[in-house]
């Protein structure tokens, strides 16, 4: 029996099988089909190739370096500190021209601050007191600027502490200082590198006398990444002078799409301004505090406390690039079809359990093959081939 | 015959074509495929819905803003530099309360350095000598702290060298000098923005004197990302005092996992972490120096090296939104159901080539074409048709 | 009639139904289709599973703390500022030993700026004057350093501005002050952690004297990331001298591809380099300015602006780990066998409608089912069904 099987295994391993169809002339479930069909043709042409592209080999992890410059100076006059010059050095945060940066709005400035003792601010709970009981001597304030010395100042109401003295004035920004930041420029420079294809790009063209002057415009300067913050902010949806005075973070998304079949120079960068921190409630804004340390002549290390307001900018590069390739083509084409086999298995069922000829369909579609008794089990293998055959021939014979 | 094949193409178009099965009462195979049927059903439902959501369109490409600030003071008093406040200005690097902080646990002072000449480390190997001639002039010394003067210094058996002088004392940290830090806390706020569904949340809902009170709790405070720095390295499974000794880092990672079909309020984070350099070997620590640079009356620049060793610590903000579309369902669904190919091609190889009946079910599954005449064929086929038509017909005839 | 559909689908539920085959005995579309059958084997071998390792559950979210820490000194001496030294406190930004640091190369100092009155640059555009009335009042000079005073300066022809004086000189570098930074070397330590198998790794072994002194080898340090400047460089594909003018950007890529069925010890991260800003054009280079403010006994503020070109360097650490699994597994080899699905339709194509005989093939592969009558329904289907049984166990019978 083994050698039959093998026999007619390799006699018939070239000969195609395809399946024996039954026609049910059942027009609901035919006009059903078709459509679960054009489903799914329509489903691979237009989702999975014109949409996904997907005859494309794709990339999405982008190589990408961001630097960014920015431009513009502007005098700010304070009663506390007099006429100030803020340029880029003064005012952005960190210095060295990175993806994401700090560009100061709003301040309030606390010169001089020695180590020494002073009253904590009352706004502080844990350091209001009555008496001196009420301030443990050589304990931190909760959330305070100092070690409490274990007075009590009556003037104030509040703990004596050891810290950097004068405390800062908790003084609510009202209008912001640098307001004129919003006529700063900020250069963006952006390469981006898709290893893969070693396919390498940059925002800029050529620099030099032109980037001087320009202002990105999609239409005109698509390659002039200079930004006026005020315009970032309102393409985000915001007031500058508004969230100047309490400050936010705004996105910059650069979007890389490089479809590598067309020309290279269609892969232009798309950007978009969000902004990132949820100002749906009060929580919003960005401040933090920095300080400048000097020394006296006495080497007596002072300092200069400035809590600044301000708004971050986080330049985002998403990006992918896409090449025709024939796997991921075939692919597609095939696990798309193989959907076909699930809209086969749901009309079968709409057929022959839903239909009123159901029973007829059932009995055409399933044929049994008769059990055979164990004795005769190889004779009666031989035979029943011949027969079918013969049976099966018969129509062709006449 | 061209022809004829149109015109059954386009009567048969809508009529539903559907395979002809063979009953084969092998209940060995049947169960088989029953239970692949079953194996099939419970992956699509149990997987690759309840499990992966697949009736969901999903964003992964979360935009995310973290602002951080740190609260608390210490105070140091080492015999070097005396008594000493430190406030979150001092002790956090970068100031301006980014993503990924640093805050200094220990450290190692060398104060006053001028630009001049003063023997090189022991620790160096490169600086030993015996002889000015191991001193090479104007060579650097390898991972060292200066430039070789040419002269051979007996007291310390090492080049002298132009540097910074003094040099840095060697002195490997024993105790934690701002071991208090433990007690620091950290506002993490963090804002997301799921641009596909136009959704933004924030894990803080209301601000100000809330804030300043409360700690992070997962039942009663969900809103509050006020968390103790000391918490923070012991939920990361390491003991604060210890690893504040050589530093480390550690990471913050906040999860989104929004199914924006249910209520948005269900869309809390979730803040869990971990240690994230190597602690296995003795190559575990994180520190670095900084200087602080200062002008003497004469103009003279000298400044004060501090070598800080700490914790650095990064947020990870990972995150994803889902929300019901009817694409996934059917591609997942279809492809689903289309694994039953496989289990149908696996059954048919148990079924034909390993059953004792095998001979039999193949018989009966494939039934051959006879070869047909070149010269006859046109007759041929229109015989054969009516032919097969009628066979087929008899049993409803009867 | 449902009570017998139910009878018959309960009786047969076990038994297993396959497909009717029409044996074609056509070697044309045979061949073709084995072909088919073996591609779609060997992209299920060759490509789900050796290549793309569709065995296993893999994890892409690499968890990841690196940490950089430079040596070397070097010395400068220029005509400006007399002879310096430089160590890495003095040339690298930012201090804290992060991922993405920037090296100094060359730099333009303006030591001792004072705020206060003195003409702009001339090579600033908008700032270029004939009379006073070139220079509104107020206005801050574009692009430009300060704020118009007003005054026309006829010796430079450019408005005189409120600003921090003397104003830094364009002055193009030539070649770089610091360009012994080439022999300067980066340790760079990276640990990584794989949440989703609790499994972590470090790219250094153990530490102490033996980092000291070695420097990166493949074969035989690949456990020693110490990387010479000059070399990261080189094998980027460019001169470190060259890139030192005018600056630049490098990625450092570090790949970590774990096989967690094999022994961790193969897992070891690969290094490679690459220059990330497009220098094409001449648009490339990297620089920023940054300043040191100090105060005079009278307490006024005066800084030391510094514009420094410097490479940036940006450690970029990729990595994934797999871990065999059966889920995936099943579902590759289902998702990969489903692909014949569409072999078969595109064969089934061939054979019906492109090969001469291609009539013959339809007659015997669709066979219809002729409409009954409705009164003899019921009847009709229990007679039909016995028929049916009878005709297709005549065979077996005789």
Redesign the interface.
């Known amino acids: 029996?083994a050698e039959?099987?093998w026999k007619?295994?390799c006699l018939?391993?070239?000969?195609?099988?395809?399946?024996?169809?039954?026609?049910?002339?059942?027009?609901k479930?035919?006009?059903?089909?078709?459509c679960i069909q054009l489903a799914?043709l329509g489903?691979i042409i237009g989702?999975v190739f014109i949409t996904k592209k997907g005859y494309q080999d794709t990339e999405d992890?982008i190589?990408?370096?961001v630097?960014t410059?920015l431009?513009?100076?502007?005098?700010t006059n304070t009663s506390a500190n007099g006429?100030?010059?803020w340029?880029?050095?003064?005012y952005v945060?960190?210095?060295?021209?990175?993806r994401?940066f700090?560009v100061i709005t709003n301040l309030i400035q606390t010169p001089?601050q020695k180590?020494g003792h002073c009253p904590e601010s009352s706004k502080v709970?844990d350091a209001r007191c009555r008496t001196d009981d009420d301030c443990n001597p050589?304990e931190?304030?909760v959330?305070?600027?100092?070690?409490k010395t274990g007075h009590c100042i009556n003037e104030t109401g509040t703990c004596e502490i050891?810290?950097?003295c004068p405390i800062e004035k908790p003084s609510p920004p009202i209008n912001p200082i640098l307001g004129?930041a919003e006529?700063f420029?900020v250069y963006i420079?952006n390469?981006v590198?898709f290893?893969k294809f070693s396919f390498?790009?940059?925002n800029?063209?050529?620099?030099?006398v032109y980037l001087?002057?320009c202002t990105y415009d999609e239409i005109n300067h698509p390659y002039c990444p200079v930004f006026r913050l005020g315009d970032i902010v309102s393409r985000a949806g915001h007031d500058f002078q508004e969230m100047a005075i309490k400050g936010g973070?705004i996105?910059i998304l650069i979007e890389w799409n490089c479809d590598l079949d067309k020309s290279y120079s269609k892969c232009i960068p798309k950007y978009s301004f969000?902004r990132?921190?949820?100002n749906?409630?009060?929580?919003s804004g960005?401040n933090?505090?920095?300080?400048?340390?000097?020394?006296?002549?006495s080497?007596e290390e002072y300092?200069t406390?400035t809590k600044v307001f301000g708004i971050?900018f986080?330049v985002?590069v998403?990006g992918k690039a896409g090449k025709f390739n024939i796997?991921p083509t075939v692919?597609n084409?095939?696990?798309?079809?193989?959907?076909?086999?699930?809209?086969?298995?749901f009309?079968?069922l709409v057929?022959l359990?839903m239909m009123?000829?159901?029973?007829?369909?059932?009995?055409?579609?399933?044929?049994?093959?008769?059990?055979?008794k164990k004795n005769e089990?190889g004779k009666?293998?031989g035979k029943?081939?011949i027969?079918?055959?013969?049976?099966?021939?018969?129509?062709?014979?006449?």
């Open positions: 029996m039959g099987t007619s295994l018939s391993v070239f000969d195609y099988k395809t399946e024996k169809y039954v026609i049910a002339q059942n027009k479930v035919g006009v059903l089909f078709r799914v489903y989702w992890s190589q990408s370096s630097m410059k431009k513009g100076v502007t005098l006429p100030r010059l340029d880029a050095v003064d945060f960190p210095p060295q021209g990175d994401v700090f001089d180590l709970p050589q931190a304030v959330a305070g600027n100092g070690i050891y810290a950097w004129k006529n420029t420079k390469s590198r290893s390498s790009r940059s800029v063209k050529d620099t030099g001087k002057n973070v996105g969000t990132l921190d949820d749906s409630n009060n929580t960005y933090f505090r920095f300080a400048k340390y000097y020394k006296n002549i080497g300092r406390l971050r986080d985002m998403n796997i692919i084409i095939g696990s798309g079809l193989a959907l076909l086999g699930a809209g086969v298995f009309c079968d057929l359990y009123k000829k159901s029973t007829v369909y059932r009995a055409r579609k399933f044929e049994s093959v008769k059990k055979v089990t009666g293998d029943q081939i027969e079918t055959q013969k049976l099966t021939d018969v129509p062709a014979e006449t």
